[in-house]
């Protein structure tokens, strides 16, 4: 496969869809019809099915592997056309997409949709029974003949045509969108922080996704976000999308080989067995430092508990949607190159990946950092962007943010509603705020960026929320 380059990144390649890409009209974009007295927006939602195939790796390849099955994966999205180029939005039951991998996505979903990729945006909700794709590391773990795949490109391929399929299936019978609406419901028991700081601000605990600890169970929440964010569109008085936003990891237990989409994915499919007409996203927000930790001690029972309390925050959040007519939408994009750990070393990354001693998790976790190093060395930016609905926004944020860039996105426009949507291109792994960095901890051990991508990451936001 090719190495993206700068230029590959910023503009993408529609090939000769480019004749299909809209120029001020939508009877020019992939098929779709529109009749001359048909003014306004038009949506058209799709889905697909992701999940792997058995033997498959999951979470990059340091845990089980696919051996069964507790539900399915999928890809849920749309495509929103108007005047200007055609819109994908999508969120993807998977651990991660990274660089180049989450490229590939939105290219391949860019092309079926006759637009182009820097007006996609794909998130994972970060699932970790689920695969963790990064194209590049794929090849450097392969390179090593005695190594589990990242992610077997076969089944990577198929997933771009179902997901390219679906898009052109349903273009061929978009909706009006005629309003949207907003609402938020509180979701009980569910988010707490992972990292415990004393009163003068310094790391002195750490709980996880699960703990049978008692004294995570007893330590306060911590900083969170409780509000479960909801955007709709409608066609009239009919809902046809609504797309649900909560700041949590969203795992219950992991590693035993068996494929769900865990707690967030299971309350999202109860919601839409409950509207089967009007298609249900789910995306999570910045949760970098967020886990259910401390209403988890990662049994089946707490999967059911937890999915009971989600699926009441999503029910909750549609309660009360404040509806009015669509008007307007915007399209912003900002983009930087964040400055690389300056401890990632690529020689001794390179010994580790290499090292037939180490444990599959060093060697395996090493090539995304070498990716990284690669990547930041050719100057490939990362891009934010934020989708405008009139004065309703949803922000579109890359990896592992910490909640804080959450919550500042929401101080930075405060007078409008802003939804936020976390792990888009997975490449920087996590992104703490710059005061985390003195503190330590898991996450700044991880964090493949140098503190200022917190000034980079903000200015980001504020431009593409104006």
Known sequence: MVEINRREFVQGSVGSLAAGILAGSLAQSSGVARSEDQQGFLVAPFRFDVTPPKGHSLCGGWIQPVVDFDDSLEAIGYVLLGPEKPIVVCAVDWTGLLNEAHLAWRTALAEAAGTTPDRVAVHCVHQHNAPFACLESERLVLAQKDLPHIVELEYFDECLMRGKKAVQEALKTPRSVTHISTGQGKVEMVASNRRILNDEGKLVNWRGSASKDPVHQQLPEGLIDPWLKTIAFYDGDEKIIAMHFYATHPMSYYGDGRVSSDFAGLARKRRQQDEPDCTHIYFTGCSGNIAAGKYNDGTPESRVRLTDRMYAGIVASEEKLER?????????????????????????????????????????????????????????????????????????????????????????????????????????????????????????????????????????MTDVLA
């Open 324 to 460: 009015r007519p669509l008007t307007s939408v915007g399209w912003k994009m900002h983009e930087f190159v964040p400055t690389p750990r300056s401890t990632l070393d690529a020689a001794e990354i390179e010994k580790n990946i290499s090292n037939h001693d180490n444990a599959v998790v060093n060697r395996n976790r090493p090539s995304y950092m070498l990716t990284w190093l690669r990547r930041c060395e050719n100057k490939v930016p990362l891009r934010i962007t934020a989708l405008h609905l009139g004065d309703v926004v949803m922000l579109h944020l890359p990896a592992e943010c910490f909640l804080e860039y959450q919550l500042r996105a929401q101080s930075i426009k405060p007078e409008g509603f802003v939804a936020t949507a976390a792990y888009g291109d997975g490449g920087p792994w996590y992104i703490p705020v710059k005061e985390a960095f003195p503190q330590g901890g898991y996450e700044v051990s991880v964090c493949l960026c140098e503190p200022n991508i917190d000034e980079q990451l903000t200015t980001a």
